[in-house]
């Protein structure tokens, strides 16, 4: 069996390099740096190491692409490109719609087209079906199925083979070849009767997150006012073994899932006329934590923070990842400085972003950890400033939520 995989970043590379374990594997994207770095045996993901990929690389049965003529001859082509937000915050369908047009311009024999990327029910039916038949320019009987990816980087406990994988096609071929080619590598599929439920599923799951996030950095602020700790608070409710999963506050929530899937699942609500009200709400009660937190480390430090030199501590937007996306480290750093804070911040593990570099970990008036990296040691960051904030609850002896 021939797979191509479109788009090699967090979900597309990972999948590429399990199936190219059964398979003979061509990872097709759209940015040529990110192509050449993988066919040199450079990971840019976490999850998947450089010498994994270079076994793959060696055995010959994997090898990334720039040119999209390459998916000619593919029996099983996934999709796996960006999903974001545009700037006015709705679903962005660009990438999916080019990765569409590279299989339409390209592919002149039946495929079954897999999506992973999330996207709201009726994706797969109403927009990559057409959109591949619109740019095929002819009648071919492509078979056309989802498997929501659910790989959450970093993560070493659950990877491809043990997580659960939803899949359902559009027709009982679909399925059952999906099925066939996720079973060399998956120990366990569920399918579901059509890709709306698969589709919606994906979406509910972080939804979940979402608003379960948004309801505890709602009681950090509850329990801030009446005094209590909030963590004891949610210990002692966790004492109790059925009915209640216990989340933990944060500077808000970030990546390509969480804060995004939601307006998925919101937008295609109120396109059908249901109320989304709460998932909107969850959304916002996460967005609003960086600006809470400023205002609990002004009112801590007299009210005012001009010209105070303040260290963000971990701007990934979650533990031992480099991922940036959505991170609640901005809103933190665009507060503080709104505040006439002047604002650098630490994380080795990113390196560089927005421009900037990582600043050493000492020398600060103010740190606020956003996110604390496993590496990073805890004694440093009480040591890099006289007033540490800690939005993780992983610090002792600094102030937090
Ligand atoms: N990252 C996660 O943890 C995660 C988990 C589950 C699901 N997902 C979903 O999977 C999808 C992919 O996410 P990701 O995190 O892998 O994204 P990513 O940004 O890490 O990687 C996407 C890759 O696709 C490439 N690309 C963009 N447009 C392309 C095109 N038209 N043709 C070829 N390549 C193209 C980009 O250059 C990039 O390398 C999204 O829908 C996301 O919501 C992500």
């Known amino acids: 069996m021939k797979v191509a995989v479109i788009g090699q970043g967090y979900v597309g590379l990972t999948i590429s390099v399990f199936a190219s374990e059964h398979f003979s594997v ?9 192509v050449d770095q993988i066919n040199q045996g450079i990971s840019h993901i976490e999850g998947i190491s450089n010498s994994r990929l270079a076994r793959r690389l060696k055995s010959g049965n994997f090898r990334a692409t720039f040119d999209g003529r390459d998916l000619k001859g593919s029996d099983v082509i996934v999709i796996a490109v960006p999903t974001p937000l545009t700037p006015e ?59 929501p990816e659910r790989v959450d980087p970093g993560r070493t406990d659950f990877n491809q083979k043990n997580t659960p994988r939803l899949y359902s096609g559009l027709t009982s071929e679909a399925s059952s070849r999906t099925r ?82 939601p307006i998925y699942l919101a937008s295609v609500a109120e396109k059908h006329g249901a109320p989304a009200t709460f998932i909107r709400r969850a959304n916002e009660v996460n967005l609003e934590m960086p600006e809470y937190i400023v205002r609990r480390i002004a009112s801590d430090n007299g009210g005012n923070l001009q010209g105070k030199n303040v260290l963000v501590v971990g701007v990934a937007y979650k533990p031992n990842v480099a991922d940036v996306r959505e991170t609640a480290a901005e809103l933190v750093i665009e507060h503080l400085r709104s505040q006439g804070a002047v604002v650098s911040w630490h994380d080795e593990v990113v390196g560089n972003w927005k421009g900037e570099s990582s600043a050493p970990l000492s020398g600060a008036d103010i740190a606020v950890v956003v996110t604390k990296h496993d590496s990073v040691d805890e004694k440093k960051i009480l040591a890099s400033a006289s007033y540490v904030f800690d939005t993780t609850g992983k610090i002792k002896g600094s102030k937090g939520l």
């Open 26 to 34: 061509v990872g097709f994207d759209s940015n040529k740096v990110v």
């Open 89 to 147: 915050r709705i679903p962005d369908l660009s990438f999916l719609e080019s990765a569409c047009r590279t299989i339409g311009d390209n592919v002149i024999e039946p495929v079954l087209v897999i999506n992973e990327s999330t996207s709201f029910p009726g994706t797969l039916r109403n927009y990559i079906k057409p959109t591949i038949e619109k740019y095929s320019g002819k009648q071919i009987q492509h078979l056309f199925a989802i498997s």
């Open 180 to 261: 066939e080619f996720y079973s060399r590598f998956c120990d366990n599929l569920v399918e579901v009767s059509s890709p709306e439920v698969a589709e919606a599923a994906k979406l509910f799951e972080n939804t979940f997150r979402q608003v379960n996030i948004a309801l505890v950095n709602e009681f950090a602020q509850i329990a801030h006012a009446l005094g209590i700790s909030v963590y004891e608070t949610l210990d002692a409710a966790n004492t109790k073994p059925y009915g209640f999963m216990k989340f933990t506050p944060s500077a808000g929530v970030g990546g390509h899932c969480i804060p995004v899937d």
